[in-house]
T-cell receptor, first 112, second 116 residues
Framework: GEQVEQRPPHLSVREGDSAVITCTYTDPNSYYFFWYKQEPGASLQLLMKVFSSTEINEGQGFTVLLNKKDKRLSLNLTAAHPGDSAAYFCAVTPNNNNAPRFGAGTKLTVKP | NSKVIQTPRYLVKGQGQKAKMRCIPEKGHPVVFWYQQNKNNEFKFLINFQNQEVLQQIDMTEKRFSAECPSNSPCSLEIQSSEAGDSALYLC??????????????FGAGTRLSVL
């Protein structure tokens, strides 16, 4: 079945720096990709959903890149601020009739 | 704030005891998922439902785990005979789409099970 590996498990950056989190997956037929954010004490909330037809996805203060050839999904926070401090999880759906498989998460700390 | 309600937040059981946790999905969401998140934050998919019917489940779920989503009642996940390795955060999520894999999952806060 689909295997999702997420790196790094912990990431600490200074305010204004960029932060990059990467997930690799195994199933080349995966079609739906998600990034979730979990703030301390809160439940997971969707950050962005992307489809396999879209390689670059822009959000507010972040970019999600999908490289289907390398089976890699990345989240790039362009200028991190302390409010971005949270755990981030990627999720990959092998096909549209399966439950998403999650990465093990990245705990991001943004220091002022 | 999450509209998926999980109870209880914490559950402590001895080995061999039953452990039961409940989930009320977001209103109007026909698809419900259960995931197990271990101390290393790794997610393991357990089972999902469309309304009252099981869509998929893993082998582990078929042996000691049972789950249901009855009509007009909370969904539940029950471990018949708890083991130390079952200690984890159990997350319930719901989804609007009947093809759950493509739609956003809305998560509850989880039930943290400790098996002593």
């Amino acid at each position: 079945g689909e295997q999702v590996e997420q790196r790094p498990p912990h990431l600490s950056v200074r305010e204004g720096d960029s932060a990059v989190i990467t997930c690799t997956y195994t199933d080349p037929n995966s079609y739906y990709f998600f990034w979730y954010k979990q703030e301390p004490g809160a439940s997971l909330q969707l950050l962005m959903k992307v489809f396999s037809s879209t390689e670059i996805n822009e959000g507010q203060g972040f970019t999600v890149l999908l490289n289907k050839k390398d089976k890699r999904l990345s989240l790039n926070l362009t200028a991190a601020h302390p409010g971005d401090s949270a755990a981030y999880f990627c999720a990959v759906t092998p096909n549209n009739n399966n439950a998403p498989r999650f990465g093990a998460g990245t705990k991001l700390t943004v220091k002022p | 704030n999450s509209k998926v309600i999980q109870t209880p937040r914490y559950l402590v059981k001895g080995q061999g005891q039953k452990a039961k946790m409940r989930c009320i999905p977001e209103k109007g969401h026909p698809v419900v998922f259960w995931y197990q998140q271990n101390k290393n934050n790794e997610f393991k998919f357990l089972i999902n439902f469309q309304n009252q019917e099981v869509l998929q489940q893993i082998d582990m779920t078929e042996k000691r785990f049972s789950a249901e989503c009855p009509s007009n009642s909370p969904c539940s996940l029950e471990i018949q005979s708890s083991e130390a390795g079952d200690s984890a955060l159990y997350l319930c999520a719901s989804s609007l789409s009947v093809l759950g894999g493509r739609d956003t999952l809305y998560f509850g806060a989880g039930t943290r099970l400790s098996v002593l």
